[in-house]
Each structure stands twice: as structure tokens, then as C-alpha cells.
């Protein structure tokens, strides 16, 4: 399996923190995997085995953390290092 390239890019994340919807959704995606496995906790069973289920309810909760927190970007910062690549 091929290995995932960076998809956000300087213009998608200054959409997500104007607000856009599309690049919310982006960013959003581009974290999916990793919130889930943030959220991914143990759950030991009657019988003593260890079961990992994702926290559906802290799923939420890391989401819409993240989504409250992309207003706080530091975008200056962004822009001054991609100019300098």
C-alpha cells in the first residue's frame, strides 16, 4: 500500500480556518485514522481477554476539538515557512 501524501495544503487550511466547510471536511478526513486511534481504548471481557473498540462517544469529542481549535491556526507562521520553501 502506497503511503499517503500530505492533502493539506496551505490554501485548504486557510479555507478551514475561514470556516469552509469542504476543508473543514478535509481536514477532518486527513485525521480520521488518527482520531481513531485516540478514541481506541481496551475492554476487558468477563472471561479476562482484552477487547480495543473505538470510543464512538470520545470520537466525537476529539472531532469537534479539532474542529474548534483550527480558528486558533497559526497561519502567519504557516505562510512565512512555505514562502521560505
Same mark, same amino acid.
Given at each position: 500500500?502506497?503511503?499517503? !501524501?500530505?492533502?493539506?495544503?496551505?490554501h485548504?487550511?486557510?479555507?478551514?480556518?475561514?470556516?469552509?466547510?469542504?476543508?473543514?471536511?478535509?481536514? %477532518?478526513?486527513y485525521y480520521?485514522?488518527?482520531?481513531e486511534? %485516540?478514541?481506541?481504548?481496551?475492554?476487558e471481557?468477563?472471561?479476562?481477554n482484552?477487547?480495543?473498540?473505538?470510543?464512538?462517544? %470520545?470520537?466525537?469529542?476529539?472531532?469537534?476539538?479539532?474542529?474548534? !481549535?483550527?480558528?486558533?491556526f497559526?497561519?502567519e507562521?504557516?505562510?512565512? !515557512?512555505?514562502?521560505?520553501?
Amino acid at each position: 500500500m502506497q503511503e499517503q !501524501e500530505c492533502t493539506l495544503d496551505l490554501h485548504t487550511i486557510e479555507a478551514a480556518v475561514a470556516g469552509e466547510k469542504w476543508a473543514l471536511e478535509k481536514v %477532518l478526513a486527513y485525521y480520521a485514522d488518527y482520531i481513531e486511534k %485516540l478514541a481506541t481504548v481496551e475492554i476487558e471481557q468477563p472471561d479476562g481477554n482484552v477487547k480495543k473498540i473505538v470510543d464512538e462517544d %470520545l470520537k466525537q469529542q476529539i472531532g469537534l476539538k479539532l474542529l474548534e !481549535e483550527i480558528p486558533n491556526f497559526p497561519l502567519e507562521e504557516a505562510k512565512k !515557512e512555505a514562502a521560505k520553501e
